[in-house]
């Protein structure tokens, strides 16, 4: 029997451009963190403008403010909505200075509130507000379904996490009725935790076993109803949903929890960042892009298909137009363009490729100055590394991430959470050793 859904022509969509992105630098040194490439040739920004569209909800907003050219250009060049829907679009709201502030988003509802004044110009009834740099797949019908049914003003998705995970998540304690009746910003102390474990009835009612030590973490994907919104933002001092406003609203406004228990990554730091991409490569991922019924879409680049040569390929994903000349590739993707030379050993790494092909003008100067070409060399070992768009690998350079502890700045590399990361552009000359 179908569902009957609420309109979603009356639902718009807000996505949150994210902050500076510290903790995934150097991929965010350039770039905004959605628009930082994933699984070879999409951005992460891809995922929520995708679950939006396969979700019915085509009225999209997205706030942005950090290094933000390659995120608008990449939204622009993807996403035209007479493909998707002809009343359709997804509007870039920049940062922009005004009279009375400096413009600058001083947290996730003030980036919101400032643009109230252009929500007010479309008719709608719910809001849906996501992050940017989250890896997840959700059906957004059925928390907005719940949502309307319970007669909530505010929802709030959460997912169950174990003990450890808890303690760097807001989490929620709801009752039996789903309704969030207290919350807690990273709760540390084992006590405070036990407080706020999940109870039997909600365990019931969401499959889990009596006396599992579950815990709801905010996923940071809230529903509002148009009235409660208004009144949520109407303090200017409320910065942030997690921190100012979700706290404050529990008890003064119908505030439930929707449990999502599908996949859901976080992508904060470089090493959840190189987890998640990795984890694409397993003959049966966590995160599905197969799943025809819900497409991720992307730019459309009309590049041919990769040419692979005499190579070895094992538990990997090779993106559109690369060349790959004899290769060894073991639990690795190979982005876009990629350009692999003879006798490459590629090994739990990720190459994200490049945003373009160089023209045999540009090789020719290659060999006449003894730059490499955008691409790696032959007989170049690269292991536990992340190779960002556009660099220069030379011949028989060794990568790799053993031996390296803590956290390293060089001119040629930076190493994080165990991982070696070569930053966009970067050249990195014949016979290197890192």
């Given at each position: 029997?179908?569902?009957?859904?609420p309109?979603?022509?009356?639902?718009?969509?807000?996505i949150?451009?994210?902050?500076a992105?510290?903790?995934?630098?150097?991929?965010?040194?350039?770039?905004a963190?959605?628009a930082?490439?994933?699984?070879?040739?999409?951005?992460?920004?891809?995922?929520?403008?995708?679950?939006?569209?396969?979700?019915g909800i085509?009225?999209?907003?997205?706030?942005?403010q950090?290094?933000?050219?390659?995120?608008?250009r990449?939204?622009q060049?993807?996403y035209?909505?007479?493909d998707?829907?002809?009343?359709?679009?997804?509007?870039?709201?920049?940062?922009?200075?005004?009279g009375?502030?400096?413009?600058?988003?001083q947290?996730?509802?003030d980036?919101?509130?400032?643009?109230?004044?252009?929500?007010?110009?479309?008719n709608?009834?719910?809001?849906?507000i996501l992050s940017?740099?989250?890896l997840y797949?959700?059906?957004?019908?059925?928390?907005i379904?719940?949502?309307?049914?319970?007669g909530?003003?505010?929802?709030?998705?959460?997912?169950?996490?174990?003990?450890?995970?808890?303690?760097?998540?807001g989490?929620?304690?709801?009752?039996?009725?789903?309704?969030?009746?207290r919350?807690?910003?990273?709760?540390?102390?084992?006590?405070?935790?036990?407080?706020?474990?999940?109870?039997?009835?909600?365990?019931?009612?969401?499959?889990?076993?009596?006396?599992?030590?579950?815990?709801?973490?905010?996923?940071?994907?809230?529903?509002?109803?148009?009235?409660?919104?208004?009144?949520?933002?109407a303090?200017p001092?409320?910065?942030d949903?997690?921190?100012?406003?979700?706290p404050r609203?529990?008890?003064?406004?119908?505030?439930?929890?929707?449990?999502?228990?599908?996949?859901?990554?976080d992508?904060?730091?470089?090493r959840?960042?190189?987890?998640a991409?990795?984890?694409?490569?397993?003959?049966i991922p966590?995160f599905d892009?197969?799943?025809?019924?819900?497409?991720?879409?992307?730019?459309?680049?009309?590049?041919?298909?990769?040419?692979?040569?005499?190579?070895?390929?094992?538990?990997?994903?090779?993106?559109?137009?690369?060349?790959?000349?004899?290769?060894?590739?073991?639990?690795?993707?190979?982005?876009?363009?990629?350009?692999?030379?003879?006798?490459?050993?590629?090994?739990?790494?990720?190459?994200?490729?490049?945003?373009?092909?160089e023209?045999?003008?540009?090789?020719?100067?290659?060999?006449?100055?003894?730059r490499?070409?955008?691409?790696?060399?032959?007989?170049?070992?690269?292991?536990?590394?992340?190779?960002?768009?556009?660099?220069?690998?030379?011949?028989?350079?060794?990568i790799?991430?053993?031996?390296?502890?803590?956290?390293?700045?060089?001119e040629?590399?930076?190493?994080r959470?165990g991982?070696?990361v070569?930053?966009?552009?970067c050249?990195v000359?014949d016979?290197?050793?890192?």
């Amino acid at each position: 029997m179908a569902t009957n859904y609420p309109d979603l022509s009356r639902v718009i969509g807000v996505i949150l451009g994210g902050g500076a992105g510290t903790r995934l630098f150097p991929l965010t040194k350039e770039r905004a963190k959605p628009a930082v490439p994933l699984a070879g040739k999409y951005r992460l920004v891809d995922i929520p403008i995708s679950l939006c569209i396969s979700s019915g909800i085509k009225r999209i907003f997205l706030l942005t403010q950090y290094l933000s050219s390659s995120l608008h250009r990449h939204v622009q060049q993807s996403y035209r909505f007479d493909d998707y829907h002809p009343r359709g679009f997804i509007e870039i709201m920049a940062a922009t200075q005004k009279g009375d502030s400096s413009g600058w988003y001083q947290g996730t509802a003030d980036a919101v509130r400032q643009n109230m004044i252009h929500f007010r110009t479309h008719n709608y009834d719910l809001v849906l507000i996501l992050s940017g740099d989250q890896l997840y797949r959700m059906d957004f019908k059925q928390i907005i379904d719940q949502h309307v049914k319970s007669g909530a003003e505010v929802t709030v998705a959460t997912i169950p996490v174990a003990r450890e995970p808890a303690r760097s998540f807001g989490i929620m304690q709801i009752n039996e009725n789903k309704e969030i009746v207290r919350f807690v910003e990273k709760p540390k102390q084992d006590e405070v935790l036990d407080t706020l474990k999940m109870g039997h009835e909600s365990l019931r009612q969401i499959g889990r076993h009596e006396g599992e030590d579950l815990f709801l973490a905010s996923m940071g994907i809230y529903v509002f109803n148009r009235e409660a919104m208004n009144e949520a933002l109407a303090n200017p001092a409320e910065q942030d949903f997690g921190k100012d406003i979700i706290p404050r609203l529990i008890g003064n406004q119908k505030i439930f929890s929707y449990v999502y228990q599908g996949y859901w990554e976080d992508i904060g730091t470089i090493r959840a960042f190189y987890d998640a991409n990795l984890d694409l490569t397993k003959p049966i991922p966590d995160f599905d892009f197969y799943d025809s019924s819900s497409p991720i879409y992307t730019r459309a680049r009309f590049l041919p298909s990769s040419k692979i040569n005499a190579s070895r390929i094992e538990r990997a994903i090779v993106a559109d137009g690369c060349i790959l000349n004899n290769a060894d590739i073991q639990h690795s993707i190979i982005g876009i363009r990629s350009r692999l030379d003879d006798g490459v050993r590629v090994k739990d790494s990720i190459i994200m490729g490049a945003d373009y092909y160089e023209s045999l003008r540009s090789l020719e100067e290659n060999k006449r100055t003894g730059r490499p070409a955008v691409g790696i060399g032959a007989n170049t070992v690269i292991e536990g590394a992340i190779v960002d768009k556009n660099a220069r690998i030379g011949r028989d350079v060794v990568i790799r991430a053993e031996g390296k502890s803590g956290s390293i700045d060089h001119e040629l590399y930076h190493f994080r959470d165990g991982i070696v990361v070569i930053p966009k552009d970067c050249v990195v000359p014949d016979g290197t050793v890192i």
